[in-house]
């Protein structure tokens, strides 16, 4: 049962935390204590897994491949470690800051039983062993993050629920049609049994049109070129906490599993595809981190920087090769960890200066000078200066293009590189270096007091991402051992 | 049968895509709920919809007939459906609260959350 508890604890949780809405005091308390058992059960699995290899539980009292199957392995539990561990911080965060900044009482209700829901579908993504399954809590995810959203009911809100249902809807029913045509060609959902169905050839000539149609679905979900749109448009009205777990994950996941079906349980897939993804990768990194380099609002920036990262990762997917795919699941990892804190540096932001626009606020080097160190370790492991976690991710990425002679691709993500660094030091100079536009001609600060308790979530992010920029070998190594079966088979080069 | 539902798909597929594209509140919803429906249809083509024998192993007999329907899809179609239910009350619901706040249901006007820029330059201050 070890393989489930990531995925019981939250669901757990989120039924407690349901069911105190007129206690905030000790709704805070089991929703803390949720997280913690959630980080908890994540470490004994992932330590049981790296030490025993990997574990699965069949469901449903049928045998394989007809029971539900959950799938442990190296890759998933690392992944599910690293949400654990950013599901504790951003709770952590929602409680330090909860008197600040929820407008009523009635949000913050609603806001840990959602958070702890989609943490449950998260952990659930990465462990299921079946399309079916993967498609159900990828509904989850999408109807707790629609709870989300409107949480706040104003009209924006309503807003970007409504942008994000109708395309995050649209993704879901491509899966699902998806779904039901790769069983109709294969007579499987079982991810082990449809990697024994493609060895038919007369299957696995069947198979590449519902696949790519599963792969539209995922891209859409991932916000890929140009199939983006809807993340900017919504993100950024996500109250502070869900914005921080929803931003860096959502997206990451649904290129987890493009990782996992292409180079596992679809192995083998034509070459042209691998180039369609590459090309797009190109396009997404770009067109992502100039819509960042164009706004002034810090959400909005970090919104499309999460576009610009789905490039890089989709990039590691395109290489198609283990050293590609040990690539994209560190640059996952150092993503998930550093988007997480940045978005929550913002909302830190938002207390201390009172603005999400870079054109209000100001100052806050001086008036907050540990919130600006934070935020440079942030920034820096973004762009992927040396020795930060970003620096790592990149460089096992562009290596390996221009190992494989892609000098367009690894060129484009070089780049890039260098646009997130315009877009940073943007918020470094606006929010940080120039004085705050309201401050007063004696020198008073304009800036709130922000309690020592607010950092909390943001220093235990913090503490990750610099091990993993100062020590990646021991994530390095542990990932290259998870990814190492994929695209054994029959790659496309 | 399975010309007949390919037909129904291909028509409630186009009736949904004209929906979703209409450009108004509503018409979108249904229309994701229409589309919503023919996915289902498509799930269920995979059951061999056509065969009349029931998926029942007749007594003294070890195997199912290999004409038989196959259920599974049957149960992955009812749990869609089920989901698919959820998130149309959900959607209904917001279409009606938006419409309601906003004093129209034309999609093309929700700028709310990307007001239009007047800078030639830098976007709009979000107030929020």
């Given at each position: 049962?070890?393989?489930?508890a990531p995925?019981?604890?939250?669901l757990l ?9 007129h206690?905030?005091?000790?709704r805070?308390i089991?929703?803390?204590a949720g ?7 994540a470490?004994?699995l992932?330590?049981?897994v790296?030490q ?9 009292n049928?045998?394989?491949p007809y ?16 949400a ?5 911080c951003?709770?952590a ?7 600040g900044?929820?407008p ?11 958070l702890?829901a ?5 952990m ?5 062993g079946?399309?079916?399954n993967l498609y159900?809590?990828?509904?989850l995810?999408?109807i ?5 959203l409107v949480l706040g009911?104003?009209r924006?809100?309503?807003e ?12 879901t029913?491509l899966m699902?049609a998806?779904?039901?045509?790769i ?5 499987h ?6 990697q024994g169905a493609?060895r ?14 599963l792969?539209?679905a ?6 890929v070129?140009p199939l ?10 996500l109250?502070?906490a ?25 192995a ?5 595809l691998?180039e369609?993804?590459?090309?797009l ?6 067109s992502?981190?100039?819509?960042a ?12 920087h999460i ?6 990762l989709?990039?590691?997917v395109?290489?198609?090769s283990p ?14 960890l550093?988007k997480?804190q940045?978005?929550l540096?913002?909302?830190l932001i938002w207390m201390?200066?009172g ?5 209000r606020?100001?100052g806050?080097?001086?008036?907050r ?7 440079l370790?942030?920034?820096?492991s973004?762009?992927?200066v ?8 990149k460089?096992?990425?562009?290596r390996?293009a ?20 315009y ?8 929010g ?8 007063r ?13 607010a ?9 990750p ?6 020590y990646?070998?021991?994530?390095l ?5 998870a ?7 029959g790659?496309?080069r | ?7 129904t ?5 186009a ?7 209409s ?5 979108l919803?249904i229309g994701?709920a229409m589309?919503g429906?023919t996915v289902?249809l498509?799930?269920?083509m995979t059951?061999?919809?056509a065969?009349l024998?029931?998926?029942v ?9 290999a ?10 179609v009812l ?7 959820a998130?149309l009350?959900?959607s209904?619901?917001?279409?009606a609260w938006?419409?309601?706040r906003?004093?129209?249901a034309?999609?093309?006007?929700l700028?709310?959350?990307e007001p239009?820029?007047s800078d ?9």
């Amino acid at each position: 049962m070890l393989p489930l508890a990531p995925v019981l604890v939250p669901l757990l949780t989120a039924l407690l935390t349901a069911s105190l809405p007129h206690h905030p005091r000790l709704r805070g308390i089991t929703s803390l204590a949720g997280a913690l058992a959630l980080l908890a059960s994540a470490v004994a699995l992932f330590l049981h897994v790296h030490q025993d290899g990997a574990m699965s539980v069949a469901l449903g009292n049928w045998p394989l491949p007809y029971a539900i199957e959950f799938v442990a392995d190296g890759l998933g539990t690392a992944l599910v470690l690293t949400a654990a561990l950013l599901g504790l911080c951003v709770i952590a965060h929602a409680l330090a800051t909860a008197a600040g900044t929820e407008p009523a009482e009635q949000a913050r209700a609603g806001l840990h039983p959602l958070l702890h829901a989609l943490l449950a579908a998260v952990m659930a993504v990465f462990l299921a062993g079946d399309l079916f399954n993967l498609y159900v809590w990828f509904e989850l995810m999408l109807i707790a993050t629609l709870g989300l959203l409107v949480l706040g009911a104003e009209r924006r809100h309503a807003e970007a629920a409504l942008k994000y249902f109708a395309t995050s809807m649209l993704g879901t029913l491509l899966m699902l049609a998806a779904v039901g045509l790769i069983y109709g060609a294969t007579g499987h959902l079982n991810f082990s049994a449809l990697q024994g169905a493609m060895r038919d050839p007369q299957v696995a000539a069947a198979l590449p049109a519902p696949v790519t149609l599963l792969l539209l679905a995922l891209l859409l979900k991932a916000g890929v070129f140009p199939l983006f749109l809807w993340l900017p448009a919504s993100y950024h009205t996500l109250p502070a906490a869900a914005l921080a777990l929803i931003g860096g994950l959502l997206t990451k996941v649904a290129l987890y599993v493009v990782m996992r079906l292409l180079g596992g349980v679809f192995a083998g897939m034509p070459g042209l595809l691998a180039e369609a993804l590459g090309w797009l990768a190109v396009i997404t990194m770009i067109s992502g981190v100039l819509g960042a380099a164009y706004h002034w609002d810090i959400r909005r920036i970090l919104a499309f920087h999460i576009v610009s990262q789905i490039g890089y990762l989709l990039l590691g997917v395109a290489l198609a090769s283990p050293a590609g795919a040990a690539g994209t699941a560190f640059f996952l990892v150092h993503n998930v960890l550093v988007k997480a804190q940045l978005f929550l540096i913002c909302a830190l932001i938002w207390m201390a200066a009172g603005h999400h626009d870079l054109r209000r606020i100001g100052g806050l080097y001086v008036a907050r000078p540990l919130l600006a160190v934070l935020f440079l370790i942030g920034a820096f492991s973004l762009v992927g200066v040396p020795p930060s976690s970003g620096f790592w991710g990149k460089l096992l990425l562009v290596r390996e293009a221009f190992a494989q002679d892609r000098l367009v691709w690894g060129g484009a993500a070089l780049g890039v590189g260098l646009l997130t660094l315009y877009s940073m030091s943007k918020i470094w100079l606006e929010g940080f270096w120039k004085p705050h536009p309201a401050a007063r001609p004696e020198g008073a600060p304009a800036h709130a007091a922000l309690h020592p308790a607010a950092y909390a979530g943001v220093l235990a992010l913090t503490v990750p991402i610099v091990a993993l920029g100062l020590y990646p070998e021991a994530a390095l190594r542990h990932l290259e051992l998870a990814t190492q079966t994929l695209w054994l088979v029959g790659g496309p080069r | 049968m399975e010309l007949m539902l390919a037909i129904t798909i291909s028509i409630t597929v186009a009736a949904g895509v004209l929906l979703v594209l209409s450009g108004e509140l509503f018409r979108l919803v249904i229309g994701l709920a229409m589309l919503g429906s023919t996915v289902n249809l498509v799930v269920f083509m995979t059951a061999r919809p056509a065969s009349l024998t029931p998926p029942v192993i007749a007594p003294g007999v070890a195997t199912l007939p290999a004409d038989a329907v196959n259920a599974l899809p049957q149960a992955l179609v009812l749990t869609a459906i089920v989901i698919g239910f959820a998130l149309l009350c959900f959607s209904l619901v917001l279409a009606a609260w938006l419409a309601r706040r906003q004093r129209h249901a034309d999609v093309d006007r929700l700028r709310t959350t990307e007001p239009a820029a007047s800078d030639a330059v830098k976007p709009p201050i979000l107030e929020d």
